[in-house]
Every structure is written in structure tokens, then in C-alpha cells.
């Protein structure tokens, strides 16, 4: 996929440079916050299961630190938050089957974030659901909040490393594109790739996402 040359003094959107020339970088971003947050669960796991510490006071590293980030509810919404606006602005960077598994994170953390926002409002408004002493999320009615929210990841991340593995190995040109697919310069990515085979013999190999990325000079 190839990135349209702007003309000097127009703005960027934060749409395009995502999906643009520091598209590597956000998705690397994106990436480690993902992983840091995967820490603050283990770490709660472990604190629960290994060292036997009452849930209410299992509250990772961060909530260690500052509780009422944990316990307001807070710290899980502004992840869920963060975790969902990543999927929509990079969605038009994936192409083919790296996107229908880029969608299938983003569905799944759609109905994560509105979990989310369930025990948000319930710590605002001070009523909790079902007469619960506690926020509690709707599947939580059936599962504990522990392991309900790391099956929510899980099920987040697996279609997520999926759909990364795929673009970022995937051939230059799109070759995952199907049709209708854009780039974010609202082209298709065939007319990338037949332009590149113009000015370029074609090879075998496989590039980098900070090759297909770039911005020419």
C-alpha cells in the first residue's frame, strides 16, 4: 500500500497519519499498550490465585499505586476506550483476510467498551446492577469479573495477532486487498500496485510495514 504525496502546508488527519507514514509507529504504540495491560491482568491473576489475596484487594500494579483509579472504574473504561478508537482508526491500513480479523477484534471489543461503560455509569450513579453491592457488567450476572474480563481480551487478542501477522507480512501492492478495498487516500490499492510494477521490476520478496508505509521523499 502506498501513501499519496500531500501537497506542502495540508494538514494531516489523525486517520491518515495512522494509516500513513507513522502507521509502524501507532501500531507499535498500540501493540505495547496492548501488552502492558495483559501485565496488569496477570499480575491481578497472580495476586488472587497465587497469593491468595481477597479479590477486592487484588488490584494489579497500577492499583496498588492509585486504587481509586481501579475501584472508580476509571482505569478500565480509558483501556477499553483507548483499545476500541485503535481498532477504528487503523482498520483502513488491513486489506483481505488481515481485515475481516482486524473486524473481528473490533466487534468483540465494541460489546468489551459497552461492558465497560455499563460499570462507568453504575460507579457515577452509585446504583448498581441487579441490587449488586458492587458495578457489575451483564455477563458478570453469570461469570466473576476476573476471569469474565480476561476471556474478553483473550477473545480481543487473538483475532487482533492474527490480523497484524497477516499485514504485516503480506506482499506490497495489497495483495491482500480485495476489491473495494481503499487506501486511506481513498484510491484502491491495485492502482498502488500497478503503478509501483510501472516504476519498478516486480520481485518475490516480502517487505516490512515500515516499507509499505513510508512516504516518498
Known amino acids: 500500500m502506498a501513501i499519496a504525496e500531500r501537497r506542502p502546508g495540508t494538514k494531516i488527519g489523525l486517520t491518515s497519519r495512522v494509516n500513513g507514514a507513522g502507521h509502524l509507529k ?3 504504540i498500540y501493540l ?3 501488552a502492558a495491560h495483559w501485565v496488569e491482568h496477570g499480575v491481578q491473576a497472580i495476586q488472587i490465585y497465587v497469593l491468595g489475596m481477597p479479590r477486592p484487594q487484588s488490584l494489579g500494579l497500577i492499583g496498588q499505586i492509585w486504587p481509586f483509579l481501579f475501584t472508580s472504574e476509571l482505569l478500565h473504561w480509558a483501556y477499553a476506550a483507548f483499545m476500541l478508537a485503535g481498532l477504528v482508526l487503523m482498520r483502513h491500513s488491513f486489506t483481505g483476510s488481515a481485515r475481516r480479523w ?10 468489551h467498551f459497552f461492558e465497560h461503560l455499563i460499570l462507568l455509569v453504575q460507579w457515577w450513579a452509585g446504583v448498581n446492577l441487579a441490587g449488586r453491592p ?7 450476572l453469570v461469570l466473576p469479573r476476573v476471569e469474565l474480563h480476561l476471556i474478553y481480551n483473550m477473545i480481543v487478542l487473538i483475532p487482533l495477532l492474527v490480523a497484524v501477522s497477516l499485514h504485516w507480512f503480506s506482499r506490497d501492492g495489497g495483495a491482500l486487498a480485495e476489491p473495494g478495498d481503499t487506501a486511506p487516500d481513498g484510491t484502491a490499492p491495485q492502482d498502488h500496485a500497478e503503478r509501483h510494477a510501472e516504476a519498478a521490476p516486480a520481485t518475490e520478496t516480502r517487505c516490512t510495514c515500515a516499507a509499505r508505509f513510508a512516504v516518498p521523499d
Open 26 to 28: 501507532a501500531l507499535t
Open 102 to 111: 482486524w473486524n473481528l477484534a473490533l466487534w468483540i471489543q465494541v460489546w
Open 134 to 140: 458492587v458495578p457489575t457488567s451483564v455477563i458478570q
Open 32 to 34: 505495547m499498550v496492548v
